[in-house]
């Protein structure tokens, strides 16, 4: 049962690379905060798996707690980007006024 | 049994191992961003169903399975919603899918309406076509924003006054 652990470690580490290229290289902000949001996913799988395959079952509680940070996170940027759009509009709709 | 439990709980995190490296795949090589989207929401949905089932079935009798269950909830309450807040974010700032007319070749993204944002860009059609390209654009912002405000009036209470404060 153990290398089953670890073949499901490796299959969610391979995914978090890529998670993390794509929020290198995404052209943009939204790209990033996609690559974001499912590198804190992988993560909490991540840590659920390494719970299972050390026998400690007190990370879980990690997970958990990550997984609500996660959440949190990608909500205060996506308003913060949101709401830097809606502003930058009013600016523009300024500018054509004037 | 034991050994039953053992098979359905590997099937189950080889399964979802497997769904997770496909999105994240999916992820690397999507050309758009909402393609990405919809790969990286394979990885949210079936992979993290599959593995944390698969936990599960090995927690055995103690506190282990409920957690599992809290987290499995959490994610399912959190990632569509996370999703739906991107989705909208992406859409509301101006970024237009890619998309392909009949004859198969694709159309430069700033001239695709049919597919796009409907409140966003279908108004903009015929008043923006006769002005000059820079005024097109600012007409284009003010619509985007025309729409923001639509969606904050359609928004229950609270999520609205947060907004304006």
């Known amino acids: ?98 | 049994m034991d050994l039953l439990l053992d098979i359905i709980a590997s099937v189950c995190l080889i399964a979802g191992a497997f769904l997770v490296f496909v999105g994240g795949f999916g992820v690397m090589r999507m050309p758009d961003f909402y393609t990405r989207m919809h790969a990286a929401s394979l990885t949210d949905t079936g992979g993290a169903a599959l593995i944390l089932i698969g936990l599960m079935l090995q927690g055995g009798l103690t506190l282990a399975p409920v957690k599992l269950i809290a987290i499995f909830l959490f994610l399912f309450l959190t990632s569509p919603t996370a999703s739906y807040a991107l989705a909208n974010a992406a859409l509301l700032s101006g970024l237009k899918p890619v998309c392909r007319n009949e004859t198969g070749s694709a159309l430069p993204t700033g001239q695709v309406v049919a597919t796009g944002s409907p409140d966003a860009a279908k108004p903009a059609g015929k008043p923006a076509a006769k002005k000059t390209a820079p005024k097109k654009t600012a007409r284009k912002k003010t619509d985007a924003k025309k729409a923001v405000k639509k969606k904050a009036a359609k928004k229950p209470a609270g999520k609205s006054a947060r907004k304006s404060s």
Do not use: H
């Open chain 1, 1 to 98: 049962m153990e290398w089953i652990y670890f073949v499901t470690c490796i299959g969610i580490l391979v995914t978090m690379v890529l998670a993390v290229v794509r929020g290198l290289v995404g052209p943009s902000i939204f790209d990033r905060v996609l690559a974001v949001n499912m590198f804190g996913t992988k993560t909490v799988l991540f840590l659920a798996v390494v719970s299972f395959l050390s026998g400690r079952p007190d990370f879980l509680d990690l997970a958990l707690a990550y997984a609500l940070i996660n959440f949190i996170g990608v909500f205060a940027v996506l308003l913060f980007f949101q709401s830097r759009e809606v502003r930058r509009a009013a600016e523009a709709e300024n500018e054509a006024r004037r």
